[in-house]
Each structure stands twice: as structure tokens, then as C-alpha cells.
């Protein structure tokens, strides 16, 4: 069922865990030099790097994590883990195996990892964790509408990539776009440069990866701005105009449509959600998490 891996419980320490129906959210510290060699968990789970950073290694790919690096993993994938540093801290939403089919029917890629950084799901996030370390009786009904409502933005945010059989130009574009969001691109500049009309990009651009040029480049810009501002203490205006936009108005508007608040109230929340990283004592009733 899981392929050569065995079906593993979470390492590292756990300073906090909880569970709802539907989650099971746990808190775990990881010190340095560690190394999980691959293994698979028998429930999906989202891993959301809270502090830190740590390698992870899926079909020999390795990828670096960072704070607000957030990974989807389905169950039963085979993955490893290696981390450098210190005091990394990841939080673990484990989905109830009940909740697998009502999964796999609303989403097709339910099967597939998916790693993003900030934006939307970064937001969701921050505040799911911070309702966690801050519960009341009310908590385990917010938790589990923030939880769904983060597995739902990390599933719909899955890029639908260029099926097969893709002309390379197309290839070409996108790796255009994904290299020079940050600058003035136009439809005409991309096509120009891979050597196609401007309307056949357009239209096969949209047709392959379900989306426009120009909605692309704006997603790119704002998953590289939320990054910026949760990592850096850059200005604003200087993360603004680094991501691409004219000016900060433009950039504030584009952001809470993006993310759904300002980009201050965003830094803010990030700045506030490291500030709360304090370990607990371990909770004996989920230590299995």
C-alpha cells in the first residue's frame, strides 16, 4: 500500500497538539543535524514551517523549506527529511481518514504534494495557528473551519501545469514569465521572444494552464511580495516596487484581493504569530500525533 516505506508516526518533540472531527493539529520542535530517512503517514497532512527551515526530498527531488513554506502531502507519500538548523518548527495538520473520500471527490490532485509559499493559504495559516495557541471553547469550531478552509486554497491553488504534448514555445513562455514577473512583460514582449503570435499565446496560455498571462504574472508577484514581507523588515514601498508594482496604492489593492487583508495587517500578523512561538508543555492525551 505504501510502497518500500514504512508507515511512520511523527518524529521530533511535540509541544502542543489538539484535535477536532475532522484534524488532528500538533506542534513539533526539531533540532539540528536530524535526518528521517524516507517514510510514508498513513493520514494526508499539511506541514506548515513555522520557524526555521529543513530539506525535503520527494522522487529524489530536493526542495528547500522555509518560515510559511507550506506543503501538502497526500497519504502514503514517500518522502525524507533533513534538518539543518536549529529549533525548526513545523505545524501539522493531519486530515482525518474519514474526511479522505469527500477529499478525493471535490478535488481530483487530492493525490498529488503541492508546496506554496505565502499568499492565501500563508494568511490562513497565521491565523489557524494562532487560534490554536490561543484556545477557548470556541477554538475547535474556528480551527476546524480555518483548517478546511486551508486545505481548500492549498488544493485550489494547485497549478494545473502544461499537459503533455505541449508546444515547446509554450514551455518557453512560461518559464519566461516565471524568470521576469518582476519586470514590465507584455503579451507582445513573451510572444516576440519564443516566436509566436500574441493572440495564439493568449489563447493557448489560457487553454493549458487555465489562466492568463497577466493573471499569472500578478499571482507570481504576490506570492513574492507575502514572502517578502513575512521573511524581511523591507518597506512597503520597497517590496512593492520589487514585486513589480507602480506604486504602493496599486500594490495594497492587488494584495487584500490576493491574500483577502492589507499588506501591513499581514506583516503584522506574521510578526505576531513568531512572537507567540513559545513551546508548552507536551500534551500526553495526543503525544502519538
Not at 493520514?43 to 530539506?55: M, S
Not at 491565523?127 to 469550531?141: A, C, G, K, V, W
Not at 478546511?148 to 485550489?156: K, S, T, V
Not at 487583508?261 to 508543555?281: F, H
Request: with cysteine; hydrophobic share 40%; glycine share 6%.
Amino acid at each position: 500500500m505504501f510502497s518500500d516505506a514504512s508507515v511512520v508516526p511523527f518524529s521530533g518533540k511535540t509541544l502542543r497538539s489538539h484535535s477536532t472531527a475532522g484534524f488532528r493539529l500538533t506542534e513539533k520542535l526539531f533540532g539540528p543535524d536530524r535526518r528521517n530517512l524516507n517514510h510514508a503517514h498513513a493520514n494526508a497532512y499539511i506541514e506548515v514551517i513555522l520557524k526555521g527551515g529543513y530539506i525535503l526530498s520527494r522522487h529524489r527531488r530536493p526542495q528547500t523549506c522555509r518560515p510559511w513554506t507550506i506543503v501538502y502531502h497526500p497519504a502514503g507519500e514517500v518522502h525524507s527529511h533533513s534538518f539543518p538548523l536549529a529549533g525548526v518548527r513545523i505545524l501539522i495538520v493531519e486530515i482525518a481518514p474519514q474526511a479522505l473520500p469527500w477529499i478525493r471527490e471535490c478535488c481530483r490532485f487530492a493525490e498529488d504534494s503541492l508546496t506554496l509559499e505565502g499568499g492565501g493559504p500563508g494568511w490562513l495559516a497565521a491565523r489557524l495557528y494562532r487560534e490554536f495557541i490561543h484556545s477557548d471553547e470556541i477554538s475547535p469550531l474556528i480551527v476546524e473551519a480555518l483548517a478546511l478552509e486551508l486545505l481548500a486554497d492549498i488544493l485550489r491553488s494547485k497549478p494545473p501545469g502544461s499537459p503533455k504534448g505541449a508546444p515547446e514555445w509554450l514551455h518557453h513562455a512560461d518559464e519566461l514569465i516565471r524568470a521576469k514577473f518582476a519586470e514590465r512583460l507584455t503579451l507582445a514582449d513573451i510572444a516576440r521572444e519564443v516566436g509566436i503570435h500574441p493572440v495564439n499565446l493568449a489563447q493557448e496560455y489560457r487553454r493549458r494552464y487555465q489562466c492568463t498571462v497577466g493573471h499569472q504574472i500578478r499571482k507570481l508577484r504576490l506570492e513574492f511580495a507575502s514572502k517578502q514581507i513575512s521573511e524581511t523588515n523591507l518597506a512597503l514601498i520597497d517590496i512593492a516596487l520589487a514585486s513589480g508594482f507602480s506604486d504602493q496604492s496599486h500594490f495594497t489593492v492587488a494584495f487584500k484581493n490576493f491574500t483577502g487583508t492589507t499588506p501591513s495587517a499581514y506583516r503584522y500578523m506574521c510578526r505576531e504569530t513568531n512572537r507567540l512561538k513559545t513551546p508548552l508543555i507536551e500534551d500526553q492525551t495526543n503525544a502519538g500525533a
